[in-house]
């Protein structure tokens, strides 16, 4: 079974605009982490949000907030006021936590190509 | 402070030759963790390096292998190339494998196998 899901292969929003980027998640640890990663075309992945397992509060940082749904096992990123440097591919990732020896791996989604329009 | 860095940013090979990629971790950051992306199977793990211990290996051939220096800096190599193996190779570093510890991505090299 996938361990990341995203299940929209392409968003489209206009400038200025809010969208949300669908992630759901597959795990039995107890433990967990979830992120969010933007490619834009050059190829580096650069960090965006982070949520923990055991976090009460949704994540946010800046523009970006994370929806955290645990009972539904989703982790939805919400970008407000897109601007045209969004455009890229969005990931979603997960660690597992209850394996010390495990803790470095990334699971990723397929991710999201989100394209901004003026 | 500098941000990982990896080492040929884009590399031509044929089948059967073997090849070599570098990273070096941003300073004070003692894992390393390796990445394979291609546009059929997507970002996949390789393998995850701390304090020069591999930690932890993905679902990939003996032919991947990798190591870790004492400066944290590693290496991964790549035998006996396949068609295949054409992909962007993501190395990321973090502080420790902690649960929360951010992974710091570098920019990938580009392997192209002819």
């Known amino acids: 079974a996938q361990k990341i899901t995203q299940t929209q292969p392409g968003m489209f929003v206009q400038e200025k605009e809010a969208v949300t980027l669908d992630c759901t998640y597959d795990t039995s640890d107890q433990s967990y982490g979830l992120f969010w990663y933007k490619q834009p075309s050059s190829g580096e992945m650069i960090f965006l949000i982070y949520q923990g397992s055991y976090d009460e509060q949704n994540a946010t940082e800046g523009r970006y907030s994370l929806n955290f749904q645990k009972a539904r096992k989703s982790a939805n990123l919400v970008i407000s006021a897109s601007q045209l440097g969004d455009s890229a591919m969005y990931f979603c990732?997960?660690?597992?936590?209850?394996?010390?020896?495990?803790?470095?791996?990334?699971?990723f989604g397929r991710g999201t190509q989100l394209t901004v329009w003026p | 402070k500098a941000g990982v860095t990896q080492t040929p940013r884009y590399l031509i090979k044929t089948r059967g030759q073997q090849v070599t990629l570098s990273c070096s971790p941003i300073s004070g950051h003692r894992s390393v963790s390796w990445y394979q992306q291609t546009p059929g199977q997507g970002l996949q793990f390789l393998f995850e390096?701390?304090?020069?211990?591999?930690?932890n290996k993905g679902n990939f051939p003996g032919r991947f292998s990798g190591r870790q220096f004492s400066n944290s800096r590693s290496e991964m190599n790549v035998s006996t190339l396949e068609l295949g193996d054409s992909a962007l190779y993501l190395c990321?570093?973090?502080?420790?494998?902690?649960?929360?510890?951010?992974?710091?991505f570098g920019p990938g090299t580009r392997l192209t196998v002819l």
């Open positions: 990321a570093s973090s502080f420790s494998p902690v649960l929360g510890n951010e992974q710091f």
């Open positions: 990732a997960m660690r597992e936590g209850d394996r010390g020896s495990t803790l470095g791996r990334l699971y």
């Open positions: 390096y701390f304090s020069e211990t591999q930690r």
